[in-house]
């Protein structure tokens, strides 16, 4: 019963720091999805004239937007933090952004959950150093 709830509370633990260290700033932010957009189709658009500045500073920032242009969807992204620029795409780049967002959170979810495991057994192997080899006795 002890060693469950050391269990438990080690898990409990290891999520609340997993959760502590996903707070990410927002250039952290732009530099995860920016090359996903870029990979995705979408067109980066430097903020290099005044009308862009002011245009970019005017968007919401760091967030996929979108609206109806010439009856099709377009959608954007824009960088007034590290790049100062817009990302700019059609529909299916969107899908293919969306993709990548997909396989890219399945990555991330199978490495904290073999992070967790690789910490529960050194957790476990632990425990039993304290008590020696109990298969032996």
Not at 67 to 84: E, I, N, S
Not at 103 to 125: G, M, R, W
């Amino acid at each position: 019963m002890r060693s469950t709830l050391g269990k438990i509370a080690l898990l409990s633990l290891l999520f609340f720091l997993a959760g502590c260290a996903t707070q990410e700033t927002p250039t952290q932010r732009a530099q995860r999805i920016e090359p996903m957009l870029a990979a995705a189709g979408f067109h980066v658009h430097p903020a290099d004239t005044p009308a862009r500045v002011a245009n970019l500073q005017g968007l919401t920032p760091l967030k996929v937007s979108f609206a109806p242009k010439d009856g099709k969807m377009r959608y954007w992204f824009a960088d007034p933090v590290y790049c100062q620029c817009l990302y700019v795409g059609n529909e299916d780049a969107y899908d293919r952004y969306q993709q990548l967002r997909l396989q890219q959170k399945v990555a991330n979810e199978q490495e904290e959950t073999a992070q967790l495991n690789e910490s529960a057994a050194s957790q476990e192997q632990m425990n039993f150093g304290l008590w020696g080899d109990p298969f032996f006795y």
